[in-house]
């Protein structure tokens, strides 16, 4: 079980958009649509953002969204805000009834 | 509004085994509904699942820890256990349980996550 591919960081100004990937194989991500992903402060437990591809928890922000094409997920967020600044998560399921996570991009708001 | 807890020693031997418990409150163990994971994260590092149970006690776990992960639950006392044998200082980390909903990547309640360092 390979780890999904993530960029190790990513960076954005106030007020533009980002897009963190989420690379896997058609063992999982082109397989499924059972991704979802995590936001993560430093010391603090992970939080849902988006799960089954694109759908958002309650209250979340609606300028996370999320998409996939092929063996690829991504995370957007749009109007980024300092408050953004973390680590993210990607997580999917795989054809032997297992779950894997993506190694994690940090995101820096400049 | 589900409560998970998970408790254990924070400290244990090389080659000894780790056993954390997840104690589940507001929700039934027992549900089909529900899924029951454990995910962990070593100090400074990536979030790694670790494996999850069924209802029905149906088990699967990373490759990676196959033989040496056991998760089980008890629906008496509404709770589910993780037991890692023959730890190393690699299986140091914090370990969260979580519930997911079934059909579904949904993981909508976690633990707030138990360190458990593994040093002699």
């Known amino acids: 079980q390979s780890a999904l591919t993530q960029p190790a960081s990513v960076s954005g100004s106030p007020g533009q958009s980002i897009t963190i990937s989420c690379t896997g194989t058609?063992?999982?991500?082109?397989?499924?649509?059972?991704v979802s992903w995590y936001q993560q402060h430093p010391g603090k437990a992970p939080k849902l953002m988006i799960y089954?591809?694109?759908k958002r928890p309650s209250g979340v922000s609606n300028r996370f969204s999320g998409s996939k094409s092929g063996n690829t997920a991504s995370l957007t967020i749009s109007g980024l805000q300092t408050e953004d600044e973390a680590d993210y998560y990607c997580?999917?399921?795989?054809?032997?009834?297992?779950?894997?996570f993506g190694g994690g991009t940090k995101l820096t708001v400049l | 509004q589900v409560q998970l807890r998970e408790s254990g020693p924070g400290l244990v031997k090389p080659s000894e085994t780790l056993s954390l418990t997840c104690s589940v409150a507001?929700?039934?163990?027992?549900?089909?509904?529900?899924?029951w994971v454990w995910i962990r994260q070593p100090p400074g590092k990536g979030l790694e699942w670790v494996g999850n149970?069924?209802?029905?006690?149906?088990?699967f776990s990373n490759p990676s820890l196959k033989s040496r992960v056991a998760i089980s639950v008890d629906t008496s006392q509404n709770y589910f256990s993780l037991n890692l044998n023959s730890v190393t200082a690699a299986d140091t980390a914090v370990y969260y349980c979580?519930?997911?909903?079934?059909?579904?990547?949904?993981?909508?309640?976690w633990g707030q996550g138990t360190l458990v360092t593994v040093s002699s």
């Open positions: 979580a519930r997911r909903r079934a059909g579904s990547a949904l993981i909508d309640s």
């Open positions: 507001g929700a039934s163990i027992s549900s089909s509904d529900n899924r």
């Open positions: 149970i069924y209802y029905s006690g149906n088990t």
């Open positions: 058609s063992s999982d991500i082109g397989n499924y649509n059972f």
């Open positions: 089954d591809v694109t």
């Open positions: 997580n999917s399921y795989t054809s032997d009834s297992t779950w894997v």
